[in-house]
């Protein structure tokens, strides 16, 4: 808008600049027509019936006519016989003493001279008219003000109608389009035939390239993330085979010279498969793939088996994992496959970042129709302002980057995607004196039943 008014502004100005002037050269014309016009009527007059007075009595002619208009003789010399005349110096008028027939001339305001030569030579050989502006009468002086008034709103009104307004409406469709480049709407062009329909054919044109690169990008984009997807779900199987034979093999041996690397070799293959089906259920988060709850009939088994599967990398860290849950089973109804990536995200990502020697605690209740999964560790912690980053895409704070450089922050962001995607909250908060707890919060169909507990929190722990 603000251009827009710029640019109605600019024209209005120039409208009345233009009318402005054009009066000027209006009351220029009107001016040199009224002096023509006296000129031409003194001369009549003279020379009609004032001639012989003048030539009869030359030192006392003086001629008054409407107004302060006077009309004095003068010699072909520029004397007059009157004395008093003005001096014929202050008329501007030598040309006519030259030879010239006649000149006119403005003195100021409305005021003007006309000077004429009436005989060849005698005291009455060159007659002057002149008024200092008082010869415009009331209604030639209304005349000239109306004349100048109206020319500046005529052309005020002509710039506002047919300037003005049409551009108005022009730049605000240019904008409109402008704004809908690449839009579900697009630019919609009315074309009037005028310069800025140019501009307009050009946006229709941008919007179009727009159109065709970003349905390209999207093409290549769902054609990756399948890709990626389709690659995840291959190697799942593999991972597991290896996975599992690692396991069995740190298991079967106590020579430290071999349990050594087959443990590296071992957290390696953890950390990948986790990587693997993040992105796996990453694309299809993606592709817009929507959980497909079913009843659990208890939350703690879930809970308990990713406990102990990460209890074994943990253990050769030298971080012990503890687990606290309630004795009576928490029936949840939930994807059984997103709600066991989210756990196993949060305790994987716990035991990754805890010391060694550190502790990591998981904590399952269920009361007030909602479960609560809170997973606890000693290790460094986030800043307060990397705290409500985490969860984030791709973010990682400067501890974690610090400690293990290999993770790129995809499990907190795939458990908080999946987590918004099933309805369910993911909270963190830093605890003292140093450590993160991070707690996901679900609803459960019922309530099934009390049992008695014991351990942490009133939970029985194991």
């Known amino acids: 808008m603000k ?3 710029r640019l109605s502004q600019q024209v209005m100005v120039t409208t009345i600049v233009t009318g402005v002037i054009g009066a000027a050269v209006v009351l220029v014309q009107v001016s040199m027509t009224v002096r023509r016009a006296i000129g031409e009527s003194i001369r009549g007059i003279y020379l009609e019936s004032e001639r012989p007075r003048c030539e009869a009595s030359p030192s006392t002619f003086r001629l008054l006519g409407p107004g302060d208009l006077e009309t004095w003789a003068y010699d072909a010399d520029g004397r007059s016989a009157n004395p008093a005349a003005p001096p014929f110096e202050q008329y501007g008028a030598a040309s006519v003493l030259n030879g010239a027939d006649s000149s006119e001339r403005a003195t100021g305001g409305t005021g003007g001279a006309v000077t004429f030569r009436a005989a060849a030579s005698g005291p009455c050989a060159v007659i002057v008219s002149h008024w200092t502006g008082r010869f415009a009468t009331a209604s030639a002086a209304r005349l000239l003000v109306s004349t100048t008034l109206l020319t500046v709103l005529a052309g005020a ?15 605000r469709r240019l904008r409109e389009a402008a704004a809908a480049l690449g839009s579900t709407v697009g630019p919609r062009p009315e074309p009037t035939g005028d310069e800025l329909d140019v501009a307009l054919a050009s946006l229709t044109e941008a919007d179009a390239r727009i159109r065709r690169d970003a349905a390209m990008l999207a093409d290549r984009s769902t054609a990756l993330r399948r890709h990626l997807g389709e690659v995840a779900h291959d190697v799942r199987t593999p991972l597991a085979a290896m996975q599992l034979a690692l396991e069995q093999a740190l298991g079967s041996t106590t020579d430290e010279a071999i349990r050594e690397p087959v443990a590296r070799a071992l957290a390696e293959c953890v950390f990948v498969a986790s990587v693997t089906e993040n992105l796996r259920l990453k694309s299809l988060v993606e592709e817009g793939v929507a959980p497909t709850p079913r009843q659990l009939p208890d939350l703690a088994a879930v809970v308990e088996r990713l406990v102990l599967r990460a209890r074994l990398l943990a253990t050769h860290r030298g971080v012990r994992v503890e687990m606290s849950k309630p004795d009576a089973p928490i029936a949840v109804f939930a994807d059984d496959v997103f709600l066991e990536r ?3 995200n949060l305790v994987d990502n716990a035991v990754r970042h805890a010391p060694a020697g550190g502790h990591v605690a998981v904590l399952l209740s269920g009361a007030g129709g909602a479960f609560h999964v809170v997973v606890r560790d000693d290790g460094a912690g986030v800043t307060a302002d990397e705290l ?6 791709l973010f990682r704070g400067d501890e974690a980057r610090q400690r293990d450089p290999r993770g790129s922050g995809l499990g907190l962001s795939i458990t908080s995607a999946l987590s918004a995607r099933c309805g369910w909250t993911l909270s963190f908060a830093n605890l003292e004196p140093h450590g993160l707890e991070v707690v996901l919060r679900g609803s459960t169909p019922a309530q099934h039943g009390a049992g008695t507990v014991s351990g942490v929190d009133g939970h029985r722990a194991s």
Request: charged share 20%; with cysteine.
């Open 3 to 5: 251009l827009v008014r």
């Open 157 to 171: 009104v002509v710039g506002l109608v047919f300037v003005v307004r049409p551009l108005s409406r022009r730049t």
């Open 342 to 344: 989210c756990v196993a």
């Open 388 to 393: 409500t980053q985490l969860g984030q895409r």
